[in-house]
């Protein structure tokens, strides 16, 4: 919490400091209305005339793959959507009781895969930055964000940054997120803290052009393993009103997930000037290491008056602590040539080796558990773009070429009619190297040492998006062969005895979603629905038909527009279906066949308002739970969040 905090306070005085040096003064031109309008902000320089001002577009965020979007302070239903821990709509998926834990996946097509393998521990990674996560920006003035919002019990959370242009060729980000929520329950601790740089530069010729990021990330969580009795919940005993009278299977475990990124993507053009035909070479860099760590001092837990324990018998009588070490270097080569007619051709090699490890090499009776895994996998590929006009595609095909067989066929096309109107449509077919902890993990626990030698899984994908000034729709169908999942040995329901393994039918995966919101006078009614179905012989992929997200809300304007209000409620709701469970061990969700969970709704009650570039939010989140009884869980032994009232903003400083 110091590091927290006194990073906060750096990047404030930092952010005012620059402000006071450059005597700049913020002129904000927007108009607000009740749809959500693309923001409109300018800065005047005081030494300058009032009409030299740098617009909205002066003030980009930049992706990965070169999309450009603007720094936009409107507060509309989507901004109450993304405010949360994770900065984004979390529509299909379910978060734990405490913030910061992991989620259940309720749309799984939110799961996205990369061909190559990643370490696992997948439950951890929710909040853990990829390098698909990292913007790059282009400011005409100093800009500071800061995110706050109240958590459970005992702590906040935080998301600072700021950006500066110390020219127009050179930008660099600072930013930080940090969280800890001590929660309800026994032993449920959440501290975490992300840390990330950029910078950008090009030169003046506009011939070479480089984006860095580096990121800093630990994540802790305590790991209760669940209530030993879940009647004493859904009984609503009110002796139980006290979460911390509810008994758990662990009252001092850990785990811990620790990362460190070092990434390089930069292009240099070569010839000298920018002409109809230009020729490129391109080179990106990624040098990653991981750390897994799952502490369990107390072996046995306490049921009753019985002594169980929760994932079996142990080579340790106390002091459990299973490490899991991973780091990865990926380059990738290529060369690009362009016209501005056709489009764009790149050619490309890509070199990803990986170590995946522990420090010892285990004899047991049912064979030897090696202390790693190493691979170097090579591939080649090659990629077209196409933008112009109303048709913007990309299609890329990669295959290996090292012993390690790996191939990816990637294509998306978008047709944008007009403004209000387009289409996109993707499809994908992948063969993906199992990730790292299917294939090998080693612990103290006796029943969770494996090695495996699994086949890829095949994922063939076809997408198709409509977003019309009528409604919103997306259509998914996809095929998987070979998939990969965790699931329960144990016959006894108070022990997790999780392995892997790979299902060897094809399972057939549907999905439909749609948007739509309805506007009358000053109220609004926002609804999306997902609908979901599964072809497959035996229960292995388990998702909810139904998933649905309502919001009604009233917004207007007071005090001569300076304040600018949105109240109303969202219901979320998803049908009952077998919820996957959560190991601690492996940091896994599981399948289970033996309890529904769902058919619960969750409303929320939030007052939103915004006052110039501020964003204000108090919002009574499942305020309901008492009115519809204690059938609310995320997992078998995993309550779903009580009423809560969580206050916050999101304040942007312009200088």
Same mark, same amino acid.
């Given at each position: 919490?110091? @590091?927290?905090?006194?990073?906060?306070?750096?990047?404030?005085?930092?952010?005012?400091?620059?402000?006071?040096?450059? @005597?700049?003064?913020?002129?904000?031109?927007?108009?607000?209305?009740?749809?959500?309008?693309?923001?409109?902000?300018?800065?005047? $320089? /005081?030494?300058?005339?009032?009409?030299?001002?740098?617009?909205?577009?002066?003030?980009?965020?930049?992706?990965?793959?070169?999309?450009?979007?603007?720094?936009?302070?409107?507060?509309?239903?989507?901004?109450?959507?993304?405010?949360?821990?994770?900065?984004?709509?979390?529509?299909?998926?379910?978060?734990?009781?405490?913030?910061? %834990?992991?989620?259940?996946?309720?749309?799984?097509?939110?799961?996205?895969?990369?061909?190559? +393998?990643?370490?696992?521990?997948?439950?951890?990674?929710?909040?853990?930055?990829?390098?698909?996560?990292?913007?790059?920006?282009?400011?005409?003035? +100093?800009?500071?964000?800061?995110?706050?919002?109240?958590?459970?019990?005992?702590? %906040?959370?935080?998301?600072?940054?700021?950006?500066?242009?110390?020219?127009?060729?050179?930008?660099?980000?600072?930013?930080?997120?940090?969280?800890?929520?001590?929660?309800?329950?026994?032993?449920?601790?959440?501290?975490?803290?992300?840390?990330?740089?950029?910078?950008?530069?090009?030169?003046?010729?506009?011939?070479?052009?480089?984006?860095?990021?580096?990121?800093?990330?630990?994540?802790?969580?305590?790991?209760?393993?669940?209530?030993? !009795?879940?009647?004493?919940?859904?009984?609503?005993?009110?002796?139980?009103?006290?979460?911390?009278?509810?008994?758990?299977?662990?009252?001092?475990?850990?785990?811990?997930?620790?990362?460190?990124?070092?990434? &390089?993507?930069?292009?240099?053009?070569?010839?000298?000037?920018?002409?109809?035909?230009?020729?490129?070479?391109?080179? %990106?860099?990624?040098?990653?290491?991981?750390?897994?760590?799952?502490? %369990?001092?107390?072996?046995?837990?306490?049921?009753? !008056?019985?002594?169980? $324990?929760?994932?079996?018998? =142990?080579?340790?009588?106390?002091?459990?602590?299973? #490490?899991?070490?991973?780091?990865?270097?990926?380059?990738?080569?290529?060369?690009?040539?362009?016209?501005?007619?056709?489009?764009?051709?790149?050619?490309?090699?890509?070199?990803?080796?990986?170590?995946?490890?522990?420090?010892?090499?285990?004899?047991?009776?049912?064979?030897?558990?090696?202390?790693?895994?190493?691979?170097?996998?090579?591939?080649?590929?090659?990629?077209?773009?196409?933008?112009?006009?109303?048709?913007?595609?990309?299609?890329?095909?990669?295959?290996?070429?090292?012993?390690?067989?790996?191939?990816?066929?990637?294509?998306?096309?978008?047709?944008?009619?007009?403004? @209000?109107?387009?289409?996109?449509?993707?499809?994908?077919?992948?063969?993906?190297? +199992?990730? =790292?902890?299917?294939?090998?993990? #080693?612990?103290?626990? &006796?029943?969770?040492?494996?090695?495996?030698?699994?086949?890829?899984?095949?994922?063939?994908?076809?997408?198709?998006?409509? $977003?019309?000034?009528?409604?919103? =729709?997306?259509?998914?169908?996809?095929?998987?062969?070979?998939?990969?999942?965790?699931?329960?040995?144990?016959?006894?329901?108070?022990?997790?005895?999780?392995?892997?393994?790979?299902?060897?039918?094809? &399972?057939?995966?549907? /999905? &439909?979603?749609? /948007?739509?919101?309805?506007?009358?006078?000053?109220?609004?009614?926002?609804?999306?629905?997902?609908?979901?179905?599964?072809?497959?012989?035996?229960?292995?992929? !388990?998702?909810?038909?139904?998933?649905?997200?309502?919001?009604?809300?009233?917004?207007?304007? *007071?005090?001569?527009?300076?304040?600018?209000?949105?109240?109303?409620?969202?219901?979320?709701?998803?049908?009952?279906?077998?919820?996957?469970?959560?190991?601690?061990?492996?940091?896994?969700?599981?399948?289970?066949?033996?309890?529904?969970?769902?058919?619960?709704?969750?409303?929320?009650?939030?007052?939103? =308002?915004?006052?110039?570039?501020?964003?204000? *939010?108090?919002?009574?989140?499942?305020?309901?739970?008492?009115?519809?009884?204690?059938?609310?869980?995320?997992?078998?032994?995993?309550?779903?969040?009580?009423?809560?009232?969580?206050?916050?903003?999101?304040?942007?400083?312009?200088?």
């Amino acid at each position: 919490m110091k @590091k927290l905090l006194f990073t906060f306070f750096l990047l404030v005085s930092f952010s005012i400091n620059f402000a006071q040096g450059k @005597k700049k003064i913020l002129e904000n031109k927007r108009e607000y209305s009740n749809e959500e309008k693309k923001s409109s902000t300018s800065v005047t $320089k /005081s030494n300058q005339s009032s009409s030299d001002k740098a617009s909205i577009d002066k003030y980009r965020i930049i992706s990965i793959q070169k999309d450009t979007t603007y720094v936009d302070t409107s507060l509309t239903i989507q901004k109450d959507y993304k405010w949360n821990y994770l900065r984004k709509d979390i529509f299909g998926l379910l978060p734990f009781a405490n913030e910061g %834990q992991t989620y259940a996946i309720l749309d799984y097509g939110l799961k996205k895969k990369s061909s190559f +393998p990643e370490i696992g521990f997948s439950g951890k990674h929710f909040n853990y930055l990829g390098v698909n996560d990292i913007n790059y920006y282009s400011v005409a003035t +100093p800009i500071t964000e800061l995110y706050f919002k109240t958590t459970m019990q005992q702590g %906040q959370s935080l998301d600072a940054l700021i950006t500066v242009n110390t020219s127009e060729r050179f930008n660099f980000s600072v930013a930080f997120k940090g969280l800890r929520s001590l929660g309800r329950y026994i032993n449920q601790l959440t501290s975490a803290g992300n840390f990330r740089f950029t910078s950008s530069y090009n030169t003046l010729n506009k011939r070479y052009y480089l984006n860095f990021h580096f990121t800093g990330q630990d994540l802790l969580n305590g790991e209760n393993g669940g209530l030993t !009795n879940v009647i004493d919940f859904t009984s609503e005993n009110p002796d139980f009103d006290n979460r911390e009278r509810l008994e758990v299977y662990l009252r001092d475990a850990e785990s811990f997930l620790k990362g460190k990124r070092y990434f &390089i993507d930069h292009s240099f053009r070569i010839n000298s000037k920018d002409s109809e035909n230009n020729l490129y070479a391109t080179h %990106q860099f990624n040098y990653e290491t991981k750390f897994f760590e799952y502490k %369990q001092p107390t072996i046995a837990s306490t049921v009753g !008056n019985t002594s169980v $324990k929760r994932f079996g018998d =142990a080579y340790v009588t106390s002091g459990l602590k299973d #490490q899991t070490r991973f780091n990865r270097m990926y380059n990738k080569v290529g060369a690009i040539y362009e016209n501005k007619t056709l489009g764009k051709f790149q050619f490309f090699a890509e070199d990803f080796r990986y170590n995946y490890y522990y420090d010892r090499v285990l004899i047991l009776e049912s064979g030897v558990i090696p202390s790693k895994i190493s691979q170097e996998i090579n591939t080649i590929g090659g990629q077209y773009e196409y933008r112009k006009n109303k048709w913007n595609g990309v299609f890329t095909v990669s295959n290996s070429i090292s012993k390690q067989p790996m191939s990816n066929i990637d294509a998306k096309l978008n047709y944008k009619l007009n403004d @209000k109107n387009e289409f996109t449509f993707n499809y994908q077919l992948m063969s993906k190297i +199992p990730d =790292a902890s299917f294939n090998l993990y #080693q612990s103290d626990f &006796i029943n969770y040492n494996w090695s495996n030698n699994f086949d890829n899984e095949k994922i063939n994908s076809f997408g198709a998006t409509a $977003k019309t000034q009528w409604i919103t =729709a997306s259509l998914e169908v996809s095929s998987l062969n070979d998939h990969l999942f965790f699931s329960n040995d144990s016959t006894d329901g108070q022990q997790q005895l999780i392995t892997p393994k790979q299902y060897d039918k094809t &399972i057939n995966y549907l /999905s &439909i979603k749609a /948007s739509r919101e309805f506007k009358w006078w000053k109220l609004a009614l926002d609804n999306t629905i997902l609908y979901q179905q599964v072809d497959q012989e035996d229960d292995v992929l !388990n998702v909810p038909q139904i998933v649905t997200r309502n919001s009604l809300y009233f917004t207007d304007y *007071f005090f001569k527009k300076a304040l600018f209000l949105q109240t109303g409620f969202t219901v979320n709701y998803f049908s009952k279906y077998y919820i996957n469970d959560y190991n601690p061990v492996i940091a896994e969700a599981f399948v289970q066949n033996d309890l529904k969970v769902g058919n619960f709704p969750m409303i929320d009650f939030f007052i939103n =308002a915004r006052i110039r570039q501020t964003r204000i *939010f108090l919002k009574a989140e499942h305020f309901n739970s008492k009115m519809t009884g204690n059938n609310f869980l995320t997992a078998p032994n995993y309550p779903y969040r009580d009423f809560t009232i969580r206050f916050g903003l999101i304040w942007n400083f312009f200088q």
